[in-house]
């Protein structure tokens, strides 16, 4: 039994286990505080609970009494749940059935509200054909009505428009001619119809009589031959250009095109080639006909014609295309005699004339094609209308410019030759040549002269030229006016600045002279900014589709390689300058000084020439800061190598000697920091690249210095401190520290030997040690490297 029990309670407690979300929605439909009542309870902790200590187990019966109360109230409970549930499925089933019964009685209903639904829409239906019956014939009626309007118009409208035709009443049957077409497009459907097809031919026939009609009044009015004219404009006529309005338009062009040939015809005559006032010098008296002709045309026929048909400017448009014509013939006649003064005197009266058409008139009768396209000038339409005809002969005036600037580049010479070189002009910053601005000044006028004349071939043959006498003035101008060294007869080298002439005094350019290469460096330096302004200009006078064909990057670089050109001129001879002061340190008995002094008198020599040079450089490069800087480098990167070259032929050295030499290096480099502003009352920072380039260069001088200095055992020690010290792995550069400390043959050997043991891996790949030395170029190199520069300089000039 107990077994049985047990095995009982196992399944109502798995019967009793139910799912979480159930138990959850059980606990918010019944909150309930009783430990009974929660899922997870544990009948030990509620006994503990009840009885948490042994004394409490006195009360036990009591405890009994009550739960046993509380299961026999929820016996009662659950009993009565239960009875009460016993007649629920047959009131279930009673309710089902009426609930099917009412669905039943709903669906009757609804049918017969369809049906009856029905029967209506087709009640309705029947309604609506009978007034759609109604309105479709009340359409039908409406359009007869109004077609028989139309046709009864129609007919009387043609009688009409018959006999107005017969007695010229053009006034009335303007109006009603209009009319008429508009009726008759109603028609356009009944064609097929006899009479309607009869009446359509009789209107087209009256509208050809008509044209033919005008045609022949305006022709009787103004005959083709002769050039008689009536008094005054005709009510008539002004009436059938109205007419003519709704006519073909072609009929409106023949009257145009007779009118404006008969009002012409005399120009043809007073200026036909053969007559004296044809050429170009009275190209005057042909605008001065025209405006008076166009006058004449206002006063007497202004109002006969309407405003929308633009006759004045359409007469104006006709002259204009009849003088291109017949300048460009008798240019072509008389090619030879055409001379520039003549040609532009031409261009500017025709110009002049074009732009007062374009003020009177908007040009919109040049929108059929007949008039120019200048997309250059799109203010004025009516530009090149004329002008276009002096194109072709535009090559007398690109020569005629070539001529005068050949001779504006001779009086620039003559007058340098004159005038010499200009004054030192320290306050401004440098002088530029006068010349250089009355150079592109002329080219200024030329180019817009020329834009205004074209903008198409004859713009890139100008061009062409400014191109040859920007390359004559950088010549002849500028590289032509450079000072020449005495040591050269030939004229000016690279090398010949560089050469070394021991024992004797290097020839120096005086204070004039190192002004006029200032000058002709700022000269240059305007001409290239100038040039490249200049580009710009031609590209957008230019059409378009030439632009591409304007390019003077190299005359910008012939420029350029006088600006580089002067700069090696002046780092050359403040460069020689130096050369007397470092052969003096390289022929001093270094090894017999006894104490270190004073800086030496080679290093003073040195500080005087750079003293004495670079304040007028500067002053006088003011106005191109950038290129001074670049004096000052290339000058560093001249003179630090030649420095370091004296300074291995400095030998033997003793320990005082270095120590001398360390401290005129020292000084060298303080002066070579300051070289910027030296002699300026204005301190300013020199720039970073070249600070950068002396502290590496002196810094290698004071290196080595220190390693001549430094004690020679143990020839380890010594070895790597070298090493150290130059980070130089060329076996040269030993060598000649070995023979600056005096050291024997034999001991050179060893110490190269060691040297060469001594070195760091080389990195893979690398098949030379050589190639990772640092020292500066050998004599030999640099020479090999000047002669180089040399010869691609005279290439390109």
């Known amino acids: ?109 609804i049918k017969d509200i369809k049906d009856k639904a029905e029967k209506s829409e087709q009640m309705v239906k029947e309604i609506t054909r009978d007034i759609k019956q109604l309105d479709h014939a009340k359409r039908h009626l409406t359009t007869s009505i109004t077609t028989l309007n139309h046709l009864h118009m129609l007919a009387g409208g043609v009688d009409s428009l018959e006999a107005m035709t017969r007695r010229r009443q053009y006034g009335e049957v303007a109006n009603l001619l209009q009319g008429v077409v508009n009726v008759l497009e109603h028609f356009s459907k009944y064609m097929g119809i006899p009479q309607i097809r009869q009446l359509s031919e009789r209107v087209k026939a009256a509208q050809n009589e008509l044209g033919q009609q005008i045609l022949a009044d305006f022709e009787e009015a103004f005959p083709s031959q002769g050039t008689k004219r009536p008094g005054g404009p005709s009510n008539v006529l002004r009436d059938a250009c109205l007419v003519a309005n709704v006519l073909d338009p072609r009929i409106k062009q023949e009257i145009i095109k007779k009118f404006i040939k008969q009002h012409l015809s005399e120009y043809l005559v ?8 044809a050429w170009l010098d009275k190209i005057d008296r042909r605008y001065a006909w025209i405006k008076r002709q166009l006058m004449d045309y206002e006063e007497k026929y202004g109002r006969m014609f309407p ?69 250059k000038t799109p203010d004025n339409p009516f530009h090149g209308i004329i002008s276009k005809c002096f194109e072709p002969h535009l090559y007398v005036y690109i020569e005629s410019q070539d001529k005068n600037l050949g001779e504006l580049i001779d009086r620039f010479v003559a007058d340098f030759k004159a005038q010499g070189p200009p004054k030192p002009n320290v306050d401004e910053g440098g002088a530029v040549l006068p010349s ?129 050109n002067s700069i090696q001129l002046l780092v050359q001879d403040l460069d020689g300058a130096c050369d007397p002061a470092l052969t003096a340190m390289s022929k001093m008995q270094w090894q017999n000084v006894e104490h270190v002094g004073d800086q ?86 020199a720039p970073a690249s070249y600070t950068k380039i002396v502290v590496k260069g002196m810094t290698r001088a004071e290196m080595i210095l220190k390693v001549v200095m430094a004690p020679h055992e143990p020839p380890v020690v010594f ?44 990195p893979s790949g690398a098949e030379n040690t050589s190639s990772m030395s640092l020292a500066a170029p050998t004599p030999e190199q640099e020479s090999s490297r000047i002669r180089k520069l040399e010869k691609l300089i005279k290439k390109r000039l």
């Not at 007073?270 to 006032?277: A, C, G, K, R, T």
Request: hydrophobic residues 40%.
């Open 436 to 564: 250089c601005a009355d150079l592109f000044v002329y080219y200024k006028k030329c180019m817009v002269q020329c834009s205004q004349l074209s903008t198409g071939e004859p713009m890139i043959a100008l061009t062409t030229i400014f191109q040859k006498y920007l390359r004559e003035y950088a010549w002849k101008i500028l590289s032509g006016n450079l000072p020449k060294t005495t040591s050269s007869s030939g004229g000016l080298t690279i090398s010949s600045l560089l050469k070394e002439k021991e024992g004797s005094e290097v020839a120096k350019f005086t204070i004039e002279e190192l002004c006029l290469i200032c000058s002709i460096l700022s000269t240059a330096e305007y001409c290239l900014a100038t040039t490249q302004q200049l580009e710009e200009k031609l590209k957008e006078k230019v059409d378009a589709n030439l632009m591409e064909r304007i390019n003077l990057t190299g005359e910008m670089d012939t420029f350029s390689i006088v600006i580089s």
């Open 270 to 277: 007073l200026f036909q080639e053969n007559q004296d006032v």
């Open 1 to 109: 039994m107990e077994e049985d029990e047990l095995e009982c309670a196992e399944e109502l407690e798995a019967v009793l286990q139910l799912a979480p979300e159930v138990q959850l929605a059980i606990e918010q439909v019944f909150p309930s505080q009783d430990p009974l009542d929660r899922a997870d309870f544990n009948a030990v902790e509620y006994i503990n609970t009840l009885f948490p200590t042994e004394q409490s187990l006195a009360n036990i019966d009591e405890v009994v009494n009550k739960i046993r109360l509380k299961i026999r109230r929820l016996d009662d409970n659950i009993r009565t749940v239960v009875r009460g549930q016993t007649n629920v499925g047959q009131d279930g089933r009673q309710a089902l059935e009426e609930a099917q019964k009412a669905i039943q009685q709903l669906f009757g209903k």
């Open 600 to 685: 030496s008198p080679y290093v003073t020599s040195v500080i005087l020439h750079i003293k004495q040079n670079v304040p007028i450089i500067r002053d006088n490069l003011a106005s191109t800061r950038k290129y001074f800087t670049q004096f000052c480098i290339k000058f560093a990167n001249s003179f630090i190598p030649k420095f370091i070259n004296h300074l291995f032929k400095c030998k033997p050295i003793s320990m005082v000697g270095a120590e001398q030499l360390l401290l005129d290096t020292h000084s060298l480099k303080m002066v070579l920091l300051d070289l910027p502003s030296i002699g300026s009352q204005v301190v300013r920072k």
């Open 719 to 762: 070895v790597d401190n070298y090493i150290k010290l130059l980070a130089d792995c060329s076996t040269d550069t030993f060598q000649k520290i070995l023979d600056m400390k005096g050291l024997k043959r034999s001991e050179q050997s060893s110490m190269l030997e060691l040297f060469r043991q001594r070195l760091p891996t080389p």
């Open 307 to 375: 405003p929308e048909w633009c006759m004045t400017e359409r007469i104006a448009v006709e002259f204009c295309h009849i003088t291109k014509t017949e300048l460009a013939k008798i240019m072509r006649t008389r090619a030879k005699e055409i001379e520039v003064k003549l040609l532009l005197f031409a261009i500017q009266r025709t110009t002049s004339f074009e732009g007062l058409l374009a003020k009177r008139f908007s040009g919109s009768t040049l929108a059929d094609g007949t008039g120019p396209k200048k997309p």
